[in-house]
Antibody, heavy 114, light 107 residues
Framework: EVQLVESGGGLVQPGRSLKLSCAAS????????MAWVRQAPTKGLEWVAS????????YYRDSVKGRFTISRDNAKNTLYLQIDSLRSEDTATYYC???????WGQGVMVTVSS | DIQMTQSPSSMSASLGDRVTITCRAS??????LSWFQQKPGKSPRRMIY???NLAAGVPSRFSGSRSGSDYSLTISSLESEDMAIYYC?????????FGGGTKLELK
C-alpha cells in the first residue's frame, strides 16, 4: 500500500524557515517524480514544486522560486520542502504527492503568523 | 502559464441528476487533464486522468470528455457521496495549474 506521511509543519513567525518532510513507503520511491501541492485555508489547490527521480531537475511555481527548495533522499525514501523567508501567504496545508497526483499524503499545516 | 478556467464555481443538484463540470484551457494541453475530488478535511482524490480515463476504484458513473480545449467531468446519476469540491489540473507543462474548483452541493 502506498503511503506518504508528511511532518514538520507548525506555527512559524514571518521571515523564519521551516523544513517539511514526507516519508514514502509501499512503492519504489526512487522511480517516481514527486511533488508538493498546497492549499490555503478555504482556498483551492496550488501546485508548488516537483522533483525528478534523481533530484537533478526541480520545478517551482514563480511565487516560491528562490524561497522554497524541494529535495529528496532516495536512500531514506523521503521528500523534503525547505521553506525560507516565510510569508503570511504561505499559510496552507502542504501535501506531498507522487507527481501524477494519484497518491497524496494526509497533508501538514503550516501557519505563518507573529 | 496555462490558465484553467473552471465552471461553474458552485452548483446544487438533486440525487439522481446528471451533472457536468467544465474546464477550459488557455493553451493546447492535449489530453493532459485530470480531475480531482476533495471532501472536507480530506486529501484530494484523482478521479480521471488523461482527460477520459477512470482512475482505479472510481465509480463508473464518473466520466471525462474533451471537446477541443474544453474538458468535462460528468456524473451520470448523482449520489450523496459525490458532494465535494472538484478540481481540474493540466499536466502538460510546468507550472502545473489547477482550475478554481467547483463546489457541488445537494439541492
Amino acid at each position: 500500500e502506498v503511503q506518504l506521511v508528511e511532518s514538520g509543519g507548525g506555527l512559524v513567525q514571518p521571515g523564519r524557515s521551516l523544513k517539511l518532510s514526507c516519508a514514502a513507503s509501499g512503492f519504489t520511491y526512487s522511480n517516481y517524480v514527486m511533488a508538493w501541492v498546497r492549499q490555503a485555508p478555504t482556498k483551492g489547490l496550488e501546485w508548488v514544486a516537483s522533483i525528478s527521480t534523481g533530484g537533478g531537475n526541480t520545478y517551482y511555481r514563480d511565487s516560491v522560486k528562490g524561497r522554497f527548495t524541494i529535495s529528496r533522499d532516495n536512500a531514506k525514501n523521503t521528500l523534503y520542502l525547505q521553506i525560507d523567508s516565510l510569508r503570511s501567504e504561505d499559510t496552507a496545508t502542504y501535501y506531498c504527492a507522487i507527481n501524477t497526483l494519484d497518491y497524496w499524503g494526509q497533508g501538514v499545516m503550516v501557519t505563518v503568523s507573529s | 502559464d496555462i490558465q484553467m478556467t473552471q465552471s461553474p464555481s458552485s452548483m446544487s443538484a438533486s440525487l439522481g441528476d446528471r451533472v457536468t463540470i467544465t474546464c477550459r484551457a488557455s493553451q493546447d494541453i492535449g489530453n493532459y487533464l485530470s480531475w480531482f475530488q476533495q471532501k472536507p478535511g480530506k486529501s484530494p482524490r484523482r478521479m480521471i486522468y488523461g482527460a477520459t480515463n477512470l482512475a482505479a476504484g472510481v465509480p463508473s458513473r464518473f466520466s471525462g470528455s474533451r471537446s477541443g480545449s474544453d474538458y468535462s467531468l460528468t456524473i451520470s446519476s448523482l449520489e450523496s457521496e459525490d458532494m465535494a469540491i472538484y478540481y481540474c489540473l493540466q499536466s502538460i507543462q510546468y507550472p502545473r495549474t489547477f482550475g478554481g474548483g467547483t463546489k457541488l452541493e445537494l439541492k
